[in-house]
């Protein structure tokens, strides 16, 4: 099958397409984006594509239209959002390694960090970077409404994020 005939608007003909396959209804992504469009210009928000949830790179030319950048939560999926999205790259990441930092901040526009210790780890090279990058601490509000504690960020004894009572305010100066 053509993919550039799904690109140009050409209709589907179902029996034609050999799966495995990622089917992407433009109109309802354009419909999608008009949404995403209408918030960030009433609420002054920016949008950014979450990767983990959708990294179909292909649609990429018209989320880009639309959407300020990108979210990541892995060097891989900051490369793609830095090399195939092309806007600003947010990069999360339960675990920064020391081999992989470096390469993250070339590429990253907002870093947000999952503790304090892994902050003071990664602060003077933030900070030494010639480029701008802001900072972020993720914090774990400690309440959830998910039922399955395996999909819980909340749960005792969890590692995502700071919990309240581990906060340090004292420790905020470049987030």
């Not at 799966?19 to 433009?26: N, R, S």
């Not at 970077?129 to 959830?144: A, E, L, Q, T, W």
Request: glycine share 6%.
């Amino acid at each position: 099958m053509n993919t550039e005939s799904l690109i140009k608007g050409v209709p589907l003909d179902i029996s034609q397409v050999q799966t495995p396959a990622y089917v992407l209804e433009e109109a309802a992504l354009r419909r999608n984006m008009a949404i995403f469009d209408r918030v960030q210009r009433e609420s002054g928000a920016k949008i950014i594509l979450a990767l983990k949830g959708f990294a179909f790179w292909s649609a990429f030319p018209w989320l880009r239209e639309v959407l300020q950048g990108a979210t990541s939560s892995s060097l891989n999926e900051a490369r793609l959002a830095y090399e195939e999205f092309g806007r600003e790259v947010h990069v999360y990441n339960v675990a920064f390694s020391d081999a992989e930092f470096p390469e993250t901040l070339k590429i990253a526009d907002h870093i947000v960090f999952n503790s304090f210790s892994q902050w003071r780890r990664f602060k003077s090279q933030v900070m030494a970077s010639p480029r701008k990058i802001s900072c972020g601490m993720r914090v774990n509000p400690g309440y959830s409404e998910i039922k399955t504690a395996l999909y819980d960020p909340c749960i005792v004894g969890s590692r995502l994020g700071v919990a309240v009572n581990e906060f340090r305010a004292d420790e905020m100066d470049g987030i």
